[in-house]
């Protein structure tokens, strides 16, 4: 399979891995914010009643772990797909 076959085949199983990442990290994201703030709903930032620090720290985390999970499923998927076709999704 060409680089640029390979790179074409692997475009809608990472469309398909982003999405999936981002529901994953959506959901791991409310139970991390649970547990640090004890609140069940991460503050909007045109939440009148919330301050700028928990705002903020809201963002930063919610950033860091939809980073931190899109980034292993991207690796992951492209491990397997060389795995699978013996090239790296370039």
Do not use: C, H
């Not at 069940?40 to 860091?64: F, H, I, K, S, Y």
């Not at 797909?81 to 013996?86: A, K, N």
């Amino acid at each position: 399979m060409s680089k640029t076959v390979n790179k074409l085949a692997y475009k809608p199983v990472g469309l398909l891995l982003g999405v999936g990442a981002g529901i994953v990290a959506g959901a791991l994201f409310k139970q991390v914010w649970k547990m640090a703030a004890g609140d069940d709903d991460a503050p909007n930032a045109t939440d009148e009643e919330r301050g700028w620090g928990e705002v903020l720290a809201a963002a930063a985390l919610q950033g860091a772990i939809f980073a931190v999970v899109k980034a292993a499923v991207d690796r992951g998927g492209a491990a397997g797909m060389r795995r699978l076709t013996g090239r790296w999704p370039a």
